[in-house]
């Protein structure tokens, strides 16, 4: 099945520096990579997704790289904000296998991040 | 549209003891999912389905059985709960598509003492 390693479990950044969680996956077959983040109290919240037919992703301060040939994938956050500060996830979607069978998602471990004043 | 509500909250359990998490979503999707979250280990998936009357184990389904008689319910039981089952459960809910973005609930906090 399909593993998914995430670096670093913890990130401290000034505000107005820019962040970046990478990720790595083990199934080339795997082909969407959503970030979720999860503020404190709360459940995850889908922030953006890539599929693999793509390089990389924008939408505002936040952009997405897939790296097909390494199995990699990275969240890169700008001008990071103290609102920023959360939990991120990333995960990986192994494709249907047919029948009843549906797409799995398998998540990072997740990634404290925390954006100082 | 409330979206994904999971009941309850927060919950205690001695050994021993029984209990069922409800999930509920009001989205009309076809696919719910059960997960845990443990502190350093992400969220792991527990049982998921993939409609009404129909169920499958996930990754850490052992201890846990599920339930799916209505479509946006999805219940998780606990008949003999253990300490290692302390956790935050979070419910999740997706639309049959290509790429399916799950939809998650807040979270119950259980802890078994």
């Known amino acids: 099945g399909e593993n998914v390693e995430q670096h670093p479990s913890t990130l401290s950044v000034q505000e107005g520096d820019s962040a970046v969680i990478k990720c790595t996956y083990s199934?080339?077959?795997?082909?969407?990579f959503p970030w979720y983040k999860q503020e404190l109290g709360k459940g995850p919240q889908l922030i953006i997704d890539?599929?693999?037919?793509?390089g990389e992703k924008k939408d505002q301060r936040i952009a997405v790289t897939l790296n097909k040939t390494a199995k990699h994938f990275s969240l890169h956050i700008t001008e990071t904000q103290p609102e920023d500060s959360a939990v991120y996830f990333c995960?990986?979607?192994?494709?249907?296998?047919?029948?009843?069978?549906?797409?799995?998602?398998?998540f990072g471990q997740g990634t404290i991040l925390t954006v100082h004043p | 549209n409330a979206g994904v509500t999971q009941t309850p909250k927060f919950r205690v359990l001695k050994t021993g003891q029984s209990m069922t998490l409800l999930c509920a979503q009001d989205?009309?999707?076809?696919?719910m999912y059960w997960y845990r979250q443990d502190p350093g280990m992400g969220l792991r998936l527990i049982h998921y389905?993939?409609?009404?009357?129909?169920?499958a184990k996930g990754e850490v389904p052992d201890g846990y059985n599920v339930s799916r008689l209505k479509k946006q319910n999805f219940l998780l039981g606990l008949e003999s709960a253990a300490p290692s089952q302390t956790s935050v459960y979070f419910c999740?809910?997706?639309?049959?598509?290509?790429?399916?973005?799950?939809?998650f609930g807040p979270g119950t906090r259980l802890t078994v003492l």
């Open positions: 890539i599929r693999s037919n793509v």
């Open positions: 989205m009309n999707h076809e696919y």
């Open positions: 995960a990986a979607l192994e494709p249907y296998a047919g029948g009843t069978s549906y797409g799995k998602l398998t």
């Open positions: 199934d080339s077959a795997s082909n969407y």
């Open positions: 389905s993939v409609g009404e009357g129909t169920t």
């Open positions: 999740a809910s997706s639309a049959v598509t290509s790429y399916n973005e799950q939809f």
